[in-house]
Structure formats: structure tokens, C-alpha cells
């Protein structure tokens, strides 16, 4: 793969992470099941970032959450595996993966002020983490979190310890929210949305600070997001989900350079872009994401899509490479985009 | 001439403090000594990070939000001097979109029943049923969702119908505040487009507020960068971005994620540190000096830097007209690279914002 990021080097051998298969259905009574995601599989090397892209509904946080065990036991059904260096999440015990969460594995949420404890010090809620999964004793502890906190980029770092959520701004709560995910040196970190609540000056300060702290380590990043922008400066492989599947799934050069489902390419036609000439028309996607068919009823993609057959409303197209030999480059669409001037100008 | 004018406008709310008597502590400057103008006709973007006072601004604007000092002059008026008939009477020639459709609708009114509010609040004679059907044309809504409900729409016809509801009146401006930011990315474009046709056929004059940069260069003719409630730099469209003049905005736009692995690695980013000061309490001299890797030993922190045409420097094609002003005090220098900005890393201030 020539693809990989500057620095980085060519990312190989076996995957930190497999999901397979991966369902998710959720049930409620005296409603039709919804499935949230359908048949995701996704594999993460040690020190690769992989971007996963959709839009609200698309099933892309559902799939983080489902393979580390997090939705409820009740009303979610999920079905598939996920295996995270042989051992099966779906099936480990609950104290077993309580374990390895935040030791191996470990997750930025999108809203740092719902997700910290607004009662405790920050101190607090890092040393706990350092002293639970790290066996650290107070004293030892504390001194680590004012270092996780200055290595985040926190100045004053041991005063801040006793500052609680309320008190810092939003930039410093995601910060503190990677010092503690990033507190017991995990090998995989889920960042779901972890700039979409930032002011843009801000959120490029918290994807640089991603950019140095986990892409240059061995630690695997899935980066969960709507903005097309942020993945194609930082993930090596990107999945593009609609409606609960991956529709396409690309190391990033080919993705933007040759997107091929009309989803990808309407996408990006329909975002206006600061390096383009200012005249140039946005093309949006008609209808809306919930004008959607079942998958089992043929591409659900398809009542939008300028491209449908009739085709299209057979059965669910399969994930199949682009192109002979380009494994790496899967689509899911029968009458995917070849002839990209034509796309764009449509 | 201007159909808007805004001149020294400033919004400050009081902090209070005390149970029984109410002491005023402080003030929150949200909108501190503003000044834009827009042409009929025209569409103005204002953009800036959450917190620089740019909806407080455009609420202002419609006196939505008492004026602290200043004037706004719609077609010939100041609205600061008008109150209750001739003020209502005039906020019928200016409406307003707001964010979250869903927020903004009466969940329990139909469809038509909020469009032809506007025409019964203001008296309009004649048939409303009409005039539903013909404002649901107009944005792309069939006729049958006049007896709908709000929660039956998807969050981009939500906002059609409360662009409808804006339009209902034909006003001559309309302010929209992230009209598009609540919506989907596949939805944003339709959006867009939408108020783009509207503006041509009914020769809207907009005022666009918004934190996309990329969405208002598409759609605006002129941008005003805010920032802590004052207006750092304003220009036409295509010279902001081609040669944007003020620090601030050269770090606005290259903080922005571009969709193009080639562009993204090739770019150069100027990270700024911390974060925005608190507005009840702005830094002396400019603004922006406490984050600025601009910034010079003199001046910056003591004199409070104002709107100006840049003088040219020679032999650089700078400020073609007088539309293009920066409020900064060496903008020529850190045009020419005279300046270097200096090489921050990423920290963060001595104290958090309070508010």
C-alpha cells in the first residue's frame, strides 16, 4: 500500500481488531425491528487509522458501540464477531471486557462535557483510571495525570487536576478526555466525533494533537466522523457507511482521487470546498437519508441515487472490488461511478 | 444606497450577582462596536467562532436584542428609535431563519397554520390558503404538506418550511442564523441551493450567519470576520479567501479540513493556541493579541487596532477597492512576509473562559 500516511510506514501482518459480519438490530415492543447496522466487516492493523464516514442514522457509532459491548443487553440484538487479538468481545464475560476496556482499548466521545463526571475533579476521574487498571498507588497517580494532562497540551497541568468539567473550556475537556483514554497507553482508540462539538481554531488544534500522540505510536485510531475533510487528512483506510452498511471502503488517495459509489461521489460534489473556485454549483443529493428502503429489498441507496437501474432493486449488491487489483478498493453498487468528468458534470 | 447600515452597534448584557438586589457586576460585550453595511440585493456572511457575538449580532439587527449603543438604519429608518407600531410595522419587511427547524416550529401547528401566521399577525387581507400553497411551491414542499405536522418531516423540509414561514410576508432582508449547520451534509447542499434561487427570483437581500466558512463563501457576496464581538476584516467574497489580510482569518481558513488527501498534506497550518478570551472581559489593545502568531511587542497590546484599507505595498496586488478592510495593525507587513508568524505549539491560556 503506497497509501500510507507520511511517517507512518506500510502497515501490515494481522489485525489488531476483525469485525465480522457485524449486525445490530434494535428492538422495541410493538415496533418493526429497526437494523442499525447490517454485515459490517472491518479490519484494524496496529498503527493504522481507519476512518469511518456517514451521516446520522448511518449505523457508524452503533458499530463502535456494538463491538465493545457497549449498547444495552436489552432491546439490541447484535450478531457477527468481533475479534480483538483472538479473544471474541461479543462473547467475553462482562468483567473480562470491563478489564479491557480503557486498559487496551480505549474511547473519545463526541460531547466531552456528557462524558466526564461533572462532580468530580479531573484529578479525580484520570487517577482512578491510573490506579484501577495501572495498579498506581494516589501519590504516583497524580503525578502521572499532571503529565498525561501537559502532554495533551494543558498548561499548568498540576493546578488543573483540581479543576472540575464546568471550569474548563470545551477544547481543554476533549483534551482531557484523550489524556485519559490515552492514560493506560491503549492499543485501540475509537475518536467518535471528537471535534464535530469544537469551534474549527479549535478542533484542528485537537486533530493535530490525534495526529502526534496516536499516529505517531503503534496505536490503532478509528476515527468516526461526518466530515469528509477530516478523514482525508489523517486515515489511512476509510469506510463509508449508508443506511448500516459499508457502501465503500478505500485507502483515502483512491477514495477521494476515485470515489466510485454515487453515494462517495455525491458526497463530495455536494460540499462546497475553499480550494475550488467560488462559482462552482453544489450538486445535492436528492430526497433525504430516510427515504430508505430495507437493504434486503435491493441497494438502499437507491431512491436517491441518479445512477439507479433496475438492477439496483433486486437484492443487496455485494462489497466487491473496484477494479481487478485493487483489494483494498471495495464497492458496494452495481452501476458504480467509472467515468468520473461525467459524474461530477451530471 | 445601502438597505442596511450598522454603525457602532454594541450589545452588552449585564452579569448579575446577588438573591435579594440585583448588583450589575460586569458586562458580557457580546456585540462591541459593529459596523457593516449591505447592499440590496446582496448577501452578507458573517462568520466566527461560537461565542464572538455573531448571532447576537444579527438579532440586534432585528431588535430582537436591546442595542446598548449604535444604530441600525434599514432603507432609511434607525430601527434603535422606533418602538412598538412602527417597529412592528418595519419587522414586517425583515424576517429571520433560524438553526434548528425543529426547535423553531410549534410542534402542535400544521404546516399551514405556521405559514399563514405571519399573514394574520400582520393583517394581510385576502385568501392565506392561497398564499400557503403558493409559499410551499416556492420552497419545494408539495401542496399536500400543508396539513402536516412538523415531526413528519425530515430535518431539511423542516427547514424549508421555516424558510417558507420567513419569506411568507416578502420581506426585502432576511437574517438567517446557521440555517444549514443542524442539517446532514447531503442535506446542506439542497439548502443552500434553495436560498440561492429564492434570493433571484425574489431579490432577497441576506444576511448570512454562520461558523461553515466554505458554506458562506459559497453563498455570500461580502464576509465580515467576527471575532469577541468586533469585526476583525470584511471583503468581497473572493479576495477574503484569495488574500485573506487579518492573522485571525488566515487561521480560520486553514483550520478548515479540505476532502482531498493531495491538499490536505501539502497545507501549511497555522495552529492558534487557546482559546477565545471571555467576552466580559476582552484583552486590551486587540482582540486577538492573545492568540495571534503575529504578534509584536508594540501596539498590539495597548492600541485598539480599527477597520482600514491597507495601503498597498509595491509591487503585491493588495485591497483592489476600498471593500476589502482589515482591522490589524501591521497587515501590510504580515502580507509582504515581512512578519513571520512565530512558531507556537499548541497551549492553552492561563485561564478558561468563564462563561
Known amino acids: 500500500m503506497q497509501d500510507a500516511v507520511p511517517g507512518r510506514g506500510v502497515v501490515q501482518g494481522a489485525p489488531l481488531l476483525s469485525i465480522r459480519d457485524l449486525t445490530?438490530?434494535?428492538?422495541?415492543?410493538?415496533?418493526?425491528?429497526?437494523?442499525?447496522?447490517?454485515?459490517?466487516?472491518?479490519?484494524?492493523?496496529?498503527?493504522?487509522?481507519?476512518?469511518?464516514v456517514g451521516e446520522s442514522g448511518s449505523g457508524k457509532s452503533v458499530t463502535s458501540l456494538a463491538a465493545l459491548g457497549l449498547l444495552p443487553k436489552r432491546g439490541a440484538t447484535v450478531t457477527g464477531s468481533v475479534d480483538f487479538e483472538g479473544d471474541d468481545l461479543l462473547s467475553m464475560p462482562d468483567d473480562e471486557l470491563r478489564a479491557l476496556r480503557g486498559r487496551d482499548v480505549a474511547m473519545v466521545f463526541q460531547d466531552p462535557m456528557?462524558?466526564?463526571?461533572?462532580?468530580?475533579?479531573?484529578?479525580?476521574?484520570?487517577?482512578?483510571?491510573?490506579t484501577r487498571h495501572r495498579g498506581m498507588r494516589k501519590g504516583e497517580a497524580r503525578e502521572e495525570a499532571a503529565?498525561?494532562?501537559?502532554?495533551?497540551?494543558?498548561?499548568?497541568?498540576?493546578?488543573?487536576?483540581?479543576?472540575?468539567?464546568?471550569?474548563?473550556?470545551?477544547?481543554?475537556?476533549?483534551?482531557?478526555?484523550?489524556?485519559?483514554?490515552?492514560?493506560c497507553k491503549p492499543r485501540l482508540l475509537i475518536a467518535d466525533e471528537p471535534t464535530t462539538a469544537l469551534d474549527v481554531t479549535i478542533s484542528a488544534q485537537i486533530l493535530e494533537l490525534l495526529r502526534e500522540l496516536v499516529v505517531g505510536s503503534q496505536t490503532a485510531l478509528v476515527l468516526i466522523t461526518h466530515d469528509l475533510g477530516v478523514v482525508a487528512g489523517l486515515c489511512d483506510q476509510v469506510h463509508v457507511m449508508y443506511?448500516?452498511?459499508?457502501?465503500?471502503?478505500?485507502?483515502?488517495?483512491?477514495?477521494?482521487?476515485?470515489?466510485?459509489?454515487?453515494?462517495?461521489?455525491?458526497?463530495?460534489?455536494?460540499?462546497?470546498?475553499?480550494?475550488?473556485?467560488?462559482?462552482?454549483?453544489?450538486?445535492?443529493?436528492?430526497?433525504?437519508?430516510?427515504?430508505?428502503?430495507?437493504?434486503?429489498?435491493?441497494?438502499?441507496?437507491?431512491?436517491?441515487?441518479?445512477?439507479?437501474?433496475p438492477e439496483c432493486l433486486g437484492s443487496p449488491p455485494a462489497l466487491l472490488p473496484a477494479a481487478a487489483g485493487t483489494p483494498h478498493h471495495l464497492v458496494?453498487?452495481?452501476?458504480?461511478?467509472?467515468?468520473?468528468?461525467?459524474?461530477?458534470?451530471? | 444606497?445601502?438597505?442596511?447600515?450598522?454603525?457602532?452597534?454594541?450589545?452588552?448584557?449585564?452579569?448579575?450577582?446577588?438573591?435579594?438586589?440585583?448588583?450589575?457586576?460586569?458586562?458580557?460585550?457580546?456585540?462591541?462596536?459593529?459596523?457593516?453595511?449591505?447592499?440590496?440585493?446582496?448577501?452578507?456572511?458573517?462568520?466566527?467562532?461560537?461565542?464572538?457575538?455573531?448571532?447576537?449580532?444579527?438579532?440586534?439587527?432585528?431588535?430582537?436584542?436591546?442595542?446598548?449603543?449604535?444604530?441600525?438604519?434599514?432603507?432609511?429608518?434607525?430601527?434603535?428609535t422606533l418602538g412598538g407600531k412602527d417597529l412592528r410595522a418595519m419587522r414586517r419587511r425583515m424576517q429571520m431563519v433560524f438553526q434548528d427547524p425543529l426547535a423553531s416550529l410549534d410542534p402542535r401547528q400544521s404546516v399551514s397554520s405556521v405559514l399563514s401566521e405571519p399573514l394574520r399577525t400582520h393583517g394581510v387581507q385576502g385568501s392565506h390558503d392561497a398564499r400557503v400553497r403558493e409559499l410551499l411551491d416556492l420552497v419545494g414542499l408539495p401542496a399536500s404538506a400543508a396539513n402536516r405536522y412538523p415531526h413528519e418531516f425530515s430535518g431539511g423540509q423542516r427547514q424549508r418550511v421555516g424558510i417558507a414561514r420567513a419569506i411568507a410576508l416578502n420581506p426585502e432582508l432576511i437574517i438567517a442564523d446557521e440555517p444549514v449547520s443542524a442539517l446532514d451534509v447531503s442535506i446542506q447542499a439542497q439548502v443552500v441551493n434553495l436560498l440561492e434561487e429564492l434570493q433571484e427570483r425574489l431579490g432577497l437581500t441576506y444576511v448570512v450567519i454562520a461558523h461553515d466558512l466554505a458554506v458562506v463563501r459559497h453563498i455570500s457576496d461580502d464576509i465580515a470576520v467576527m471575532y469577541l464581538g468586533a469585526v476583525v476584516e470584511v471583503a468581497p467574497a473572493e479576495s477574503l479567501y484569495d488574500e485573506p489580510l487579518h492573522p485571525y482569518t488566515r487561521a480560520l481558513l486553514s483550520?478548515?479540513?479540505?476532502?482531498?488527501?493531495?491538499?490536505?498534506?501539502?497545507?501549511?497550518?497555522?495552529?492558534?493556541?487557546?482559546?477565545?478570551?471571555?467576552?466580559?472581559?476582552?484583552?486590551?489593545?486587540?482582540?486577538?493579541?492573545?492568540?495571534?502568531?503575529?504578534?509584536?511587542?508594540?501596539?498590539?497590546?495597548?492600541?485598539?487596532?480599527?477597520?482600514?484599507?491597507?495601503?498597498?505595498?509595491?509591487?503585491?496586488p493588495v485591497a483592489d477597492s476600498a471593500a476589502h478592510q482589515v482591522a490589524c495593525h501591521w497587515a501590510e507587513q504580515v502580507l509582504t512576509g515581512e512578519l513571520q508568524p512565530s512558531s507556537g505549539g499548541v497551549t492553552e491560556p492561563e485561564s478558561a473562559p468563564t462563561v
Not at chain 1, 456528557?114 to 491510573?130: A, D, F, H, K, Y
Not at chain 2, 501596539?299 to 485598539?304: A, F, I, Q, T
Request: overall charge positive; aromatic content about 4%; glycine content about 10%.
Open chain 2, 255 to 316: 483550520a478548515i479540513p479540505i476532502p482531498d488527501p493531495e491538499v490536505e498534506d501539502a497545507r501549511e497550518r497555522i495552529l492558534l493556541t487557546g482559546d477565545i478570551p471571555s467576552a466580559s472581559a476582552p484583552p486590551p489593545g486587540c482582540r486577538f493579541h492573545t492568540r495571534c502568531p503575529w504578534r509584536q511587542p508594540t501596539r498590539c497590546h495597548d492600541e485598539v487596532p480599527l477597520l482600514r484599507v491597507p495601503t498597498a505595498p509595491p509591487g503585491l
Open chain 1, 147 to 183: 503529565r498525561l494532562l501537559d502532554s495533551v497540551g494543558i498548561a499548568d497541568a498540576t493546578r488543573r487536576l483540581g479543576s472540575f468539567p464546568h471550569q474548563l473550556s470545551g477544547g481543554m475537556r476533549q483534551r482531557v478526555m484523550i489524556a485519559m483514554a490515552l492514560a
Open chain 1, 24 to 52: 445490530v438490530t434494535f428492538a422495541s415492543r410493538g415496533r418493526r425491528p429497526v437494523r442499525a447496522v447490517d454485515g459490517v466487516s472491518l479490519d484494524i492493523a496496529p498503527g493504522e487509522t481507519v476512518g469511518i
Open chain 1, 243 to 309: 443506511s448500516g452498511r459499508i457502501v465503500e471502503s478505500a485507502p483515502r488517495r483512491p477514495l477521494f482521487a476515485d470515489p466510485q459509489h454515487p453515494y462517495t461521489t455525491g458526497l463530495l460534489a455536494s460540499v462546497p470546498r475553499l480550494d475550488q473556485p467560488r462559482g462552482v454549483p453544489l450538486l445535492p443529493i436528492p430526497g433525504s437519508p430516510s427515504d430508505t428502503l430495507p437493504w434486503s429489498q435491493g441497494c438502499a441507496f437507491s431512491p436517491r441515487c441518479t445512477r439507479s437501474i
Open chain 2, 1 to 80: 444606497m445601502s438597505l442596511l447600515e450598522v454603525r457602532g452597534l454594541k450589545v452588552h448584557f449585564p452579569i448579575k450577582k446577588g438573591i435579594v438586589l440585583d448588583r450589575t457586576v460586569g458586562h458580557v460585550r457580546a456585540v462591541d462596536g459593529v459596523d457593516l453595511s449591505v447592499e440590496k440585493g446582496r448577501t452578507l456572511g458573517v462568520v466566527g467562532e461560537s461565542g464572538c457575538g455573531k448571532s447576537t449580532l444579527g438579532r440586534a439587527v432585528l431588535r430582537l436584542e436591546p442595542l446598548t449603543a449604535g444604530s441600525v438604519v434599514f432603507d432609511g429608518t434607525d430601527l434603535a
Open chain 1, 332 to 346: 458496494r453498487c452495481v452501476n458504480p461511478v467509472r467515468d468520473h468528468a461525467g459524474a461530477v458534470q451530471q
Open chain 1, 114 to 130: 456528557s462524558s466526564l463526571n461533572p462532580v468530580l475533579t479531573v484529578g479525580r476521574q484520570i487517577t482512578e483510571i491510573l
